[in-house]
């Protein structure tokens, strides 16, 4: 019987590591076997080789005999289903060579399996199999994701549930807080609720809300008021206001009023439980009732008496009614009071407790706006004050910031140079953006109490600060251009003439703060004002020039002079600075700082002989009565041209249509001037913010000469170079010149063309001013402005200045149709005879014109390259 094979044992593979050492031996032996082919080597390696082969079997087989024996075993003992099963111990390590090949085994074995090998595993193991890539199914991962899909889900709109309850909570209860404050009650009925929202206005909101029913009844009651409202319009305009209808009216209240509390009744007798909310909602029912009342008496009364644009009431046939108090008054030969000061004569003596409500609630919003005043949050500031402004009376207004200023800027110690800046910044914007009469008021106020310390200066102590707190303010009004320097000059004038103490510290305070600023506005008048001081100080008594504040007024006075800012201890411009440019960014909406031209005599006798400085101040008194310094600026304002120019020139520029004040005084300007510089100042004196004026009447004057005249394009010239912005004012000008050239004759055409020359050679305009010609439909009069333009340019003296103005367009690369249109004119219509001819030019001009257009034709086309 053959022997069963035994299966051989896994061999590991040898690592890399393994198989270089064994790389490295074998040529380590093919090394010495080479070497030893030359000398006796072969026999010491073959020696070596054979003494390491014993030693190996030698340890071998001491390895086995370190094993116990096992007993040998008869291959016929062993029971059939043990050999086919493969459970037999082989006898040493060697496995059993056999092919299961013998005869008596396969006589036993079943028929299915004859002839079939199969080798078996020992001691019953199955083989492993190969693990693979392991791959989940798609379908469950699938399911996953939908379930954690429906999980997020189902949280997000319980988190969505729960905040729309949250503010489901919160509007519940801010609908109870307002319902509170407008005294509604939920007891009331619907119909009445439904009315209320009529009067109001809101009833288009019902018709999201209401059944069919209820929008049919809302339906009849919006028709039925619709016609009472007509009723009652056709008898306005008739006149008809009859007691019956009034008596019906009252009537008809009445009823409704009738009604209102019988519904009420029934809704006690439904809701026993709610006794006493029902008697709190009956007694604000009467209450809103009798209110309705009220108003309705008050819109009859404004129905029957309307007010025009001036205040006053008529009546329907436009008749004036005087005021009731105005005719007790004139009957009584009292003195007639302004409505301003009956009310507040009223509210002081408590008369009006709503009129000193607001006024009281005005206070506290203005004062806790003040007190929140900083340079970080000035422009919230200033807005929350201009609202105020908006909603409230101006008077109001007025009077009550005049307060609050007095108690927090002026007192008898020194205030912080800091808050009065950021205080006058406030002033200058609401100066700007309500207006000018904001900072007048404001002005009046401050020069009125300057005036009144002034007077008592002399029993003033050093010590009180009003006058120095006074004099700050008024410093910081002009820095922030509230007013013109001529009023700061007069009132050093007014402490320079009562000079004392108390007038030192003010002039000191006067120069340490505005000085360089008064010194960089009009030298001149510092230079006098500063005489003046002078003078004043020589005639001061012996005492007073000993004095040290004095000396130092002195020192600070020669320092402005000489504009040493070094010398003037703790000197900080850029706070002012900044706050300059801060309130320059808050203006919006291009509004600006007027600056008040106002005399300090305007405004101590402003009682006696009017505002002139606010629009549509009424006043009545003797012109004699005004003071020298306002008469001369009224007749300066009243009168400024016929003063500065003849009545010949005035009667020349309405005849050239200059028919507003600015085109007037510069088209006499012009015309009258020495020279175009002259011209130039004089125009630049009159601070026009619209340039395109200047433009206009500039490119006006010379179409409409006989001849061209260089006069215009130098005094043009010298506007373009003076800003950019006039630049773009004649460009335009030119243009819509250009683009209305058929309006134009050939003499002006001729003249508007040797003007544009002029300036482009100047490089006061460019060549590209000509871009806005069609040049694909010439007709006749932009063919001879055009030719009369190329002709003069390309037949200059300045041929330097020609390929300058050329060589500028040709850079452009956003200008290539030009370009192409300007050589394809030049080619075309200068250089064929038959045009050559018309121009009439000598043979040298000709040669000339014809090396430039080729030298130009060069330049146009291969610049860019």
Same mark, same amino acid.
């Given at each position: 019987m053959a022997k069963i094979k035994k299966k051989e044992a896994y061999k590991k593979p040898l690592t890399r590591k393994e198989q270089r050492k064994q790389k490295v031996e074998q040529k380590k032996i093919k090394k010495r076997l080479y070497y030893s082919s030359k000398s006796d080597g072969g026999q010491r390696v073959a020696a070596a080789m054979?003494? *390491?082969?014993?030693?190996? +079997? *030698? @340890?071998?087989k001491n390895k086995k005999g370190k094993k116990g024996k096992k007993p $040998?075993?008869? !291959?016929e003992d062993i029971p059939v289903e043990q050999l086919l099963s493969g459970e037999?111990?082989?006898?040493?390590?060697?496995?059993?060579?056999s092919n299961f090949s013998d005869e008596e085994v396969d006589a036993l074995l079943p028929a299915e399996r004859k002839g079939k090998v199969e080798v078996y595993n020992p001691l019953g193991k199955k083989a492993k199999k190969h693990a693979g890539i392991q791959r989940e199914d798609e379908t469950k991962v699938r399911q996953k994701e939908l379930r954690q899909q429906k999980e997020l889900q189902s949280k997000a709109r319980k988190q969505r549930l729960k905040q729309l309850k949250l503010e489901n909570e919160d509007e519940d209860k801010e609908i109870a807080r307002l319902e509170k404050k407008l005294k509604l009650n939920k007891t009331k009925d619907k119909n009445r609720l439904m009315r209320k929202m009529f009067s109001d206005g809101l009833d288009y909101v019902l018709d999201l809300v209401l059944d069919d029913e209820e929008e049919k009844v809302k339906w009849e009651e919006k028709q039925r008021r619709k016609q009472e409202l007509k009723e009652q319009q056709a008898k306005e305009e008739a006149g008809m206001w009859s007691d019956e209808d009034e008596d019906e009216t009252a009537s008809m209240d009445g009823n409704d009023a009738d009604e209102a509390g019988s519904e009420d009744f029934d809704d006690e007798e439904m809701d026993a439980s709610g006794q006493e909310d029902d %008697?709190?909602?009956? *007694?604000? %029912?009467?209450? @809103?009732?009798d209110e309705e009342k009220e108003e309705e008496m008050k819109q009859k009364e404004t129905n029957k008496y309307k007010e025009d644009i001036y205040g006053r009431r008529r009546d329907a046939d436009g008749n004036i009614i005087p005021d009731a108090v105005e005719a007790v008054a004139a009957q009584s030969g009292q003195k007639y009071i302004p409505p301003h000061q009956r009310a507040l004569l009223a509210a002081s003596a408590g008369t009006s407790e709503k009129q000193a409500e607001i006024l009281a609630r005005l206070r506290k919003q203005c004062k806790g706006l003040l007190n929140r005043l900083s340079e970080a949050n000035l422009h919230k500031i200033a807005t929350g004050i201009e609202e105020l402004y908006m909603k409230n009376s101006r008077y109001n207004m007025n009077d009550t910031l005049t307060a609050l200023l007095n108690e927090a800027l002026i007192g008898r110690t020194r205030s912080n140079e800091r808050m009065v800046q950021e205080h006058m910044v406030l002033l200058a914007y609401l100066h700007a953006h309500i207006g000018s009469e904001i900072g007048a008021h404001f002005l009046q106020m401050f020069v009125e109490q300057f005036d009144g310390y002034v007077k008592d200066m002399q029993q003033l102590d050093v010590e009180d600060k009003r006058l120095n707190n006074l004099v700050l303010l008024l410093c910081y009004m002009y820095m922030f251009k509230i007013y013109e320097q001529r009023l700061l000059l007069e009132l050093i004038a007014r402490l320079a003439g009562n000079l004392c103490e108390k007038a030192v510290e003010c002039l000191l305070l006067i120069f340490q703060n505005v000085g360089f600023r008064l010194r960089k506005d009009d030298p001149l008048a510092f230079k006098q004002m500063m005489q003046n001081v002078q003078s004043q100080i020589a005639a001061a !008594?012996?005492?007073?020039k000993e004095n040290l504040r004095l000396k130092f007024?002195?020192?600070? +006075?020669?320092?402005?002079?000489n504009n040493n800012m070094t010398k003037l201890p703790q000197y900080d411009p850029e706070l002012a600075e900044t706050l300059r440019k801060r309130l320059k960014g808050m203006l919006r909406n291009e509004r600006y700082v007027v600056t008040l031209n106002i005399t300090l005599d305007d405004l101590l006798r402003a009682d006696k002989v009017g505002k002139w400085w606010i629009v549509g101040s009424a006043w009545t008194g003797n012109i004699n009565e005004m003071g020298s310094a306002t008469q001369t600026t009224t007749e300066e304002h009243s009168l400024p041209n016929r003063e500065r120019f003849s009545e010949k020139l005035l009667q020349l520029a309405k005849k050239q249509h200059m028919n507003t004040a600015e085109r007037r005084n510069i088209f006499c300007i012009i015309m009258s001037a020495a020279d175009y510089v002259d011209a130039f100042e004089k125009i630049l004196h009159l601070s026009l913010k619209d340039q395109r004026t200047v433009a206009y009447v500039i490119i006006h004057c010379a179409l409409n000469e006989r001849k061209p005249n260089p006069y215009?394009?130098?005094? *043009? +010239? $010298?506007?373009?170079?003076y800003n950019r912005k006039f630049q773009l004012a004649f460009q335009f000008a030119s243009w819509d010149r250009i683009n209305d050239i058929e309006a134009l004759t050939k003499a002006q055409i001729k003249n508007l063309a040797w003007f544009l020359q002029q300036l482009i050679l100047s490089a006061g305009l460019q060549l590209s001013v000509l871009k806005v010609v069609d040049f694909m439909q010439l007709h006749k009069l932009s063919f001879y402005f055009m030719r009369e333009v190329m002709v003069r340019l390309l037949l200059s003296t300045e041929e330097s200045a020609l390929y300058q103005a050329f060589e500028r367009v040709a850079k452009n690369t956003k200008l290539q149709q030009f370009k192409q249109s300007v050589r394809l004119f030049m080619q075309h219509f200068l250089l064929q005879p038959e045009q050559l001819e018309k121009l009439k030019l000598e043979e040298e001009q000709q040669e000339l014109l014809h090396q430039r257009i080729e030298h130009l034709d060069k330049l146009l086309a291969y610049v860019d390259l």
């Open positions: 054979a003494e *390491a082969a014993a030693n190996a +079997l *030698a @340890t071998t $040998k075993i008869n !291959p037999v111990d082989a006898d040493d390590d060697d496995s059993i060579d %008697e709190d909602g009956n *007694a604000a %029912e009467t209450d @809103t009732d !008594p012996l005492e007073l007024m002195v020192d600070i +006075l020669n320092a402005v002079k215009y394009a130098h005094l *043009a +010239l $010298k506007f373009c170079q």
